[in-house]
């Protein structure tokens, strides 16, 4: 097996349902340096959530951050943010998921910022940021940069994100087609980070989405979608089974070549009694965060 496998991590998430809900909720998480680099900047965790009054727990928060700056300012930051949102995630009041989400990603923003001005080499670091949070039947996205968030539901794949970069927004403006976009020279360049600059210009907010079962959130890095396109990806997601579909697509992406870090998390929305049939004694729910 190739070395850099040495460096993945992998998280395999089981998660009770809360009796108001009719859906079971189960997360995998997988992140790895890559073919080519020798360090992982980008950063990706599964936080789970007391069910009250029962014993168990479920998926509350799935976030990945693709760390950059020099030396190891990337991963920095993007630890920084997860860490924040965690945080921020676990101590919230009842309320709109949103809100909590419109401001845990501000306040990261401002730490990893202050952070960025005590040493001269983390001075310009950043991350993306995409935070998808579950609360009752409904799911909630947030997001910075090009970490993007899709839902795939009916053998259909549609991107709930749109990509924060500057080519994005010359698309979306109207200013070049989609197919100036492939081989614009600025392809990549993002045009705002988390922790770049003190305030962010703008944090962008999806939902709810209601679920459903047979449900499958994913989120990636720039690593899986800018070498697998979104045909491929749905390809995947239809003909592989929840379990083994994160290292099905590092796989696709390995194969296409990419030279970044790689990161990918599935939340898959099951039928209560299905998810208890297939789930394997190894796949209960633990109380510990998954790294």
Known sequence: MPSFFSALRRAVVGSATPPHAALDLRAFVLTSAGPVRTNNEDRARC????????????????????????????????????????RAWRNRAFGDPSSVLRAAIANANAEVFAASKTRSDWDGMGTTIA??????????????GDTRAYLFRDGALRQLTKDDTLISHLVQSGTITSAQ???HPDYGVLAQALGTHERLRAIHL??????????????????????????????????????????????????????????????????????????????????????
Request: net charge negative.
């Open 131 to 144: 935070a998808l949070a579950f609360e009752g039947d409904a799911a909630y996205v947030g997001h910075v």
């Open 206 to 291: 999806e939902g709810p989405v209601a679920l459903r079962a047979g449900d499958i959130f994913l989120l990636c890095t720039d690593g899986l979608h800018d070498v697998l396109s979104d045909r491929q990806i749905e390809e995947v997601l239809r003909n592989t089974p929840l379990e083994q579909a994160a290292n099905a697509l590092l796989g696709g992406a390995l194969a296409a070549r990419t030279r970044d870090n790689i990161s990918v998390a599935l939340v898959g929305a099951m039928a209560v009694d299905s998810a208890r049939a297939t789930r394997s004694p190894a796949e209960r729910p633990t109380r510990t965060d998954q790294p």
């Open 47 to 86: 936080i789970l959530e007391d069910l009250p009054n029962q014993d168990g727990c479920r998926v509350g928060l799935v976030m990945l951050a693709d760390g950059m700056g020099g030396h190891q300012a990337g991963e920095i930051a993007a630890e920084t943010t997860i860490e924040a949102l965690a």
């Open 181 to 183: 976009a492939e081989k």
